[in-house]
């Protein structure tokens, strides 16, 4: 039996690139940076965590020996043993933007060769006519926002006027993205999902990769919160991933989370969601548990960038990797002859760098299985190099991009 499983831990970086200055991001360190926070006592919390940064089954899978491969430091806290079972390396992004599709599309074998639009820091950011279109299409009283910020603090500072007005609040960041907030039941789900489906037609014009929608609750600035009913409009992947390629090989390919918003629903057979990690850790499993011969199981854990990198939360980033790392035992357990598991993340959101926008990092690669040997696969050339692993485990056709690691 052949399956796989890909765990994102959506923007844990493990050290900047050589390129990241091009992108203001020197220095930078996701994982690193949060080590040597919870060393200091930086990251104790009262009732959320203390101490030490806890993460002995990522370390014993080669976590913070790829750390240290890819900054020549050894990580803040962990130890001297840090023996390792599993694969373990790091890669290094050739796509032109540090966004969330591009990562992904890159670790399924296509690298994005060009630079995503974007819209300036200014105020507005947005340009005038496509904000126009938009309240005419979309027939809007008008938008809120038209600039970059936080999701979070522009949904307190905006929310309540958004509330009386009607208006969505319409922000954006560095990345290549428009993004729609709006209260879930004040403004309406499907109401917020219909405009975004009308925006993403119009910022298709200025190469934008995605619209997301941001639905919210609570009554005042004080108890608004995001929920679990985003949407990712994304736009298709430029190529054929490993994702189209095992399904036209007729295997399955199982989306945890928001994957297949990512991939436009290319290549995906089924899907689950979930609400956050620890839901979405449940389904993976699940998924998993049922899953036949020749699937793959993709799954995003993006608590970790949108609840805590962008948020500039070290302790909740902290805490959040600890319970990752509680339950990696029950993966393991699930894992049958064959079977290959690849932990990897899309980019870095290093909680301690100014700002709230991603960060330009080399990304982790752990391959972990019944099978697999234990071995340094060094610093891989391109995100693709997991995909073209993965393509090589399916026997399936070779992807265009990537170099193949011999895991057994």
Not at 203 to 227: C, H, K, M, W, Y
């Amino acid at each position: 039996m052949k399956r796989a499983v890909i765990l994102v831990m959506d923007s844990l970086g493990i050290g900047a690139s050589a390129d990241a200055n091009l992108y203001g991001d020197e220095g930078t360190d996701t994982l690193g940076h949060i080590a040597k926070a919870c060393a200091d006592g930086l990251a104790d919390v009262s009732d959320v965590r203390q101490g030490q940064l806890k993460i002995p089954h990522l370390t014993r899978l080669g976590i913070v020996a790829a750390h240290q491969l890819s900054t020549g430091s050894l990580l803040a806290g962990a130890g001297e043993d840090i023996s390792v079972e599993a694969a373990f390396g790091y890669a290094i992004e050739q796509s032109k933007d540090k966004d969330t599709p591009s990562g992904h599309w890159e670790m399924a074998g296509v690298p994005v060769p060009f630079k995503w639009g974007t819209f300036p820091k200014t105020l507005p950011c947005f340009p005038d006519d496509l904000i126009q279109n938009f309240i005419k299409q979309a027939d809007l009283p008008g938008i809120l926002g038209n600039c970059h910020a936080s999701g979070t603090e522009i949904i307190k500072q905006l929310g309540e006027e958004h509330i009386k007005t009607g208006k969505p609040i319409c922000y954006t960041s560095a990345d290549s993205v428009f993004q729609i907030a709006a209260h879930e039941h004040h403004f309406g789900l499907e109401r917020l999902l219909e405009i975004s489906k009308t925006a993403k037609t119009l910022v298709d014009d200025l190469n934008s990769t995605r619209v997301i929608a941001r639905p919210f609750v609570g009554e005042t600035a004080d108890n608004f919160q995001r929920t679990s009913n985003r949407k990712d409009l994304t736009t298709p992947p430029i190529a054929d991933t490993l994702l189209d390629q095992l399904t036209q090989a007729g295997g399955q390919v199982v989306s945890v989370g928001k994957i297949s918003d990512i991939f436009a629903g290319r290549g995906i057979t089924s899907c689950v969601k979930a609400k956050d990690n620890m839901g979405l850790f449940d389904a993976m499993l699940e998924s998993l548990q049922n899953a036949a011969d020749n699937t793959l199981v993709f799954v995003n854990f993006v608590d970790f960038d949108s609840h805590y990198g962008h948020r500039r939360d070290v302790a909740g980033y902290a805490k959040a990797l600890e319970d990752f790392d509680v339950r990696l035992p029950e993966l393991e357990a699930l894992m049958q002859t064959g079977d290959v598991a690849l932990i990897t993340a899309d980019h870095g959101c290093d909680p301690t760098h100014p700002g709230s926008d991603h960060t330009r990092e080399h990304v982790p690669v752990l391959f972990l299985g019944p099978d697999i040997k234990s071995q340094n696969i060094g610093a891989r050339a391109s995100f693709a190099d997991m995909g073209q692993t993965l393509a090589k485990h399916f026997g399936i056709e070779p992807l265009a991009h990537g170099q193949s690691i011999d895991l057994f």
